[in-house]
């Protein structure tokens, strides 16, 4: 079965760090591009970043952008998202979420469960 | 505040028929960019519902379809069912922020 399953997610105070983890199963990771979205509690989705199947391209939106870094090892089957510098507008549920049938398209398919950040002293 | 506008509620009555819209701009839906629709029950992570402006996933009925014409999208809902109850959301990329984007998303009540 295809699936991702999100770990990581913490209480931290704000300006802290935490690391978020995403592992792949069922399919051959390697060869699909993947992404974080986030939703704060009772809001909408919100798009985070983007990474290429390589690693070699990635993107953020603006509200991340310097503060969080998105990585893969296509070894280990994984995807992370270091995130610095946490506000607490940062508090959400993160999603990892890729395109598996709908290739070219960029449609999200598949999603993890999701693990939640709070940021809050 | 979405790129990528939308109602923040629609309702109907059941066996009706619903539509939510999604209204962008030239920097993204307008600039031919495909546009996705997402179902996400209460508790539960987004499930794709049409992709590439008018294509259906296997699995999800066909009483669910979507358009696009110029600067908005749609995504028509036939028949409703009390379990159609939900959030809705769009997704399209965006040149000017050089990233994808969601609507704000659309809270379906059936009646």
Redesign the interface.
Known sequence: EVQLVESGGDLVQPGGSLRLSCAAYGFTFSNYEV?W?RQAPGK????VS?ISSSGSST????SVKGRFTISRDNARNSLYLQMNSLRAEDTSLY?C?MAH??TG?????I????TMVIVSS | Q?VLTQPPSVSGAPGRRVIVSCTGSSSNIGAGY?V?W?Q?LPGT????LI??NT?R??GVPGRFSGSKSGTSASLAITEVQAEDEG?Y?C?S?DSS?????????TKLTVL
Not at chain 1, 59 to 62: L, T
Not at chain 2, 97 to 105: A, E, P
């Open positions: 992404n979205v909408g989705l919100e798009w983007y993107y953020y939106a603006d999603y979420a049938r709908t398209h960029n449609a999200y398919d999603w993890g469960q999701g | 979405s495909d996705h997402y996400q992570p987004p499930k794709l992709y590439g294509n996933p296997s959030d959301y997704h990329y922020l050089s990233g994808w984007v969601f609507g704000g998303g």
